[in-house]
């Protein structure tokens, strides 16, 4: 039988790579908690893992991700990056993530929330219109079933929540 659960909680883990993952096609859970030194994700490093449905990376140091760092991930639902550094999330970087149920960036250092990091195919998401608080144009954006938030401390939320959400699931 194939490999489908890998829980890394043990070393120096600086840099997860392009590659690192091959050989793992049947790969439906990884999660790299509490290194405190996983500062880097290679692009599209987990293309190599296309079933994979849940990822936690909790309470690493990642400060910034690739646009294309969930590339090839369309069964992923449940990514967590709770406990990191982000700051800004980049242009489409979540796209991929067409079967997306909850979303985790709870306790990191973001400073925006923008549709910007949703852009992208999103066949499998229901999508909804949005219209930030100041302004008359509307916008295309997801549903985001589950967002978790909390203690984003400088998050600006003065233009509103840039997506759909269930008012209820957003923490």
């Known amino acids: 039988p194939a490999l489908q659960h890998i829980s890394y909680t043990d070393g120096s883990l600086a840099l997860l790579s392009p590659g690192v ?3 793992l096609p049947q790969l439906a859970s990884l999660s790299i908690n509490f290194q405190g030194s ?3 994700l290679g692009p599209s490093v987990f293309v190599a893992v296309p079933t994979l ?3 936690h ?3 690493n140091a990642l400060g910034q991700l690739d646009p294309l760092t969930f590339a090839g991930l369309s069964a992923l639902i449940q990514p967590s ?3 990191n550094a982000l700051t800004a999330l980049p242009f489409g970087v979540f796209s991929p993530l067409v079967s997306l149920v909850q979303l985790n960036l709870q306790l990191n250092s973001l400073t925006a929330l923008t549709p910007a990091a949703f852009y992208g195919s999103f066949s499998g998401v229901q999508t909804s ?3 930030p608080l100041n302004s008359t144009t509307s916008t295309t954006v997801p549903v985001v079933p589950q967002l978790q938030v ?3 401390e400088e998050l600006d939320w003065s233009r509103g929540l840039p997506f759909a959400a269930v008012p ?3 923490k």
Do not use: E, R
């Open 21 to 23: 993952l091959a050989g």
């Open 38 to 40: 996983l500062t880097q």
């Open 53 to 55: 449905a849940t990822l």
């Open 57 to 59: 990376l909790i309470s």
């Open 81 to 83: 990056l709770y406990g």
């Open 129 to 131: 219109s949005w219209m």
């Open 150 to 152: 909390y203690g984003n």
């Open 168 to 170: 209820a699931n957003v």
